[in-house]
């Protein structure tokens, strides 16, 4: 059974006022990086919480309003990620689904979630959209370059063109803290599921993971899952809102050991698949066993070495294994959800990497109440305690 966690109060009472007490306190170090076409492009908090200014306004205008829904049909992007706050700055709530769900198990989910607006990445996404919900739902997309006549439609907005507008004033609406900032839905044999998160719950609660794993601004994370996964939403973009740390987001996915390698984050918040296949890159490298510089890994990586076994073999084997992974400069390892497996964790313990284990909502049933600062995850301890 996951472990229950308790949360404190912040002082913020949402994530967009966490995004705009950033940029008044710290406007000018960077907030976020996204690489594009190779180079990595810096945004500065200040220029975030512009961008989500002029979103503002453009959401508004297509009719965005306090207890609509935002749909977000995209991988890990920036412009998912302001439009989130713009639309929750507007008083609206978020549901984000993964693009590479099979179209049977999207369909009922877009239908299900009604939404006043969809952010959709490219072609694709916008044809699921049409498909699932007709073509009168207004539409921001982020790659218009083969949308060709769809681009055109009057409810169609490219997302740089949103950009355009005029930035709305800070203090558009006062947002209760205890309001739905993020609807989770997944398909189940009972029918859809679905999760809701607040805005107190997550500050409060991303307080509680800076404080016990001693995050910084300093720190830098990769934002490399899709804001679908409740995890990415928990561990990551809150925390990002109130440690105020620099969030990266790669090119593509397919792209993203790479990048990684290339930024070196001190904040990793993996799975037991992501953590599993960064274990595959490692056997792949390694030599032959009988070899002799299999030989030299394995006593290198010999649990409870001496002091010259541990000196030589972090320079020799674990130095360059960790650099290949990019996690040569990570201090918060963390783990979202299920074990790894035994060859996984002893793998990572040999390299000196000590992943920590964070509960995740994998068990969470349908018509959750959004889950506040007050409520500690009592509703949701019960509902797990009964499935186990």
């Known amino acids: ?14 994530l967009p006022a966490a995004l705009r007490q950033l940029a008044r306190l710290r406007g000018r170090q960077i907030g976020l990086r996204h690489k594009r076409l190779g180079i990595w492009q810096e945004f500065s908090w200040q220029a975030l919480a512009d961008e989500v200014a002029r979103l503002v306004s453009q959401l508004a205008g297509l009719g965005l309003g306090q207890g609509d829904t935002l749909l977000v049909l995209s991988s890990p992007r920036p412009e998912a990620l302001l439009l989130t706050l713009a639309a929750q700055t507007l008083g609206a709530e978020v549901t984000a689904l993964d693009p590479l769900l099979p179209p049977a198990s999207l369909t009922p989910l877009l239908q299900y979630a009604a939404p006043r607006l969809v952010f959709a990445e490219g072609p694709a996404q916008l044809a699921q959209t049409q ?18 006549k769809a681009a055109h439609a009057a409810n169609r907005v490219a997302y740089a063109q949103a950009l355009t507008s005029p930035p709305a004033e800070a203090s558009i609406l006062a947002i209760d ?13 009972g029918g859809i599921e679905q999760y809701t998160l607040s805005h107190a719950f997550l500050l409060g609660e991303a307080a509680q993971l800076i404080a016990s794993e001693g995050l ?4 830098s994370a990769l934002a490399a899952r899709a804001f679908a996964a409740t995890a990415q939403v928990r561990y990551l973009l809150a925390p990002w809102l109130v440690a105020g740390f620099a969030l990266n987001f790669p090119e593509n996915l397919a792209t993203r050991d790479h990048d990684r390698r290339e930024l070196g984050p001190t904040l990793v918040a993996g799975t037991h698949d992501s953590y599993g296949r960064l274990a595959a890159l490692v056997q792949a490298r390694l030599p032959d066993p009988g070899h002799w510089q299999r030989r030299l890994v394995d006593w290198a990586l010999a649990p409870a070495p001496g002091a010259l076994r541990r000196g030589l073999g972090y320079w020799l084997v674990r130095r360059p294994l960790l650099d290949v992974l990019g996690l040569i400069h990570t201090r918060h390892p963390l783990l979202i959800g299920p074990p790894l497996s035994a060859d996984t964790e002893r793998l990572f313990a040999a390299l000196g990497v000590k992943v920590r284990t964070l509960p995740d909502l994998a068990d969470w049933q349908a018509v959750l109440p959004p889950v506040s600062a007050a409520d500690d995850f009592a509703v949701l301890a019960a509902s797990q305690a009964g499935a186990c």
Do not use: C, I
Not at 8 to 14: K, N, R
Not at 177 to 189: C, G, H, K, Q, T
Not at 216 to 219: E, I, T
């Open 1 to 14: 059974m996951a472990r229950a966690l308790s949360s404190v109060a912040h002082p913020l009472p949402t």
């Open 216 to 219: 910084q601004a300093s720190d």
């Open 177 to 189: 803290p205890d309001a739905v900032a993020f609807r989770f839905l997944r398909l189940s044999e």
């Open 131 to 148: 498909a699932a919900l007709g073509a009168d739902v207004p539409v921001v997309y982020a790659d218009g370059q083969r949308l060709g």
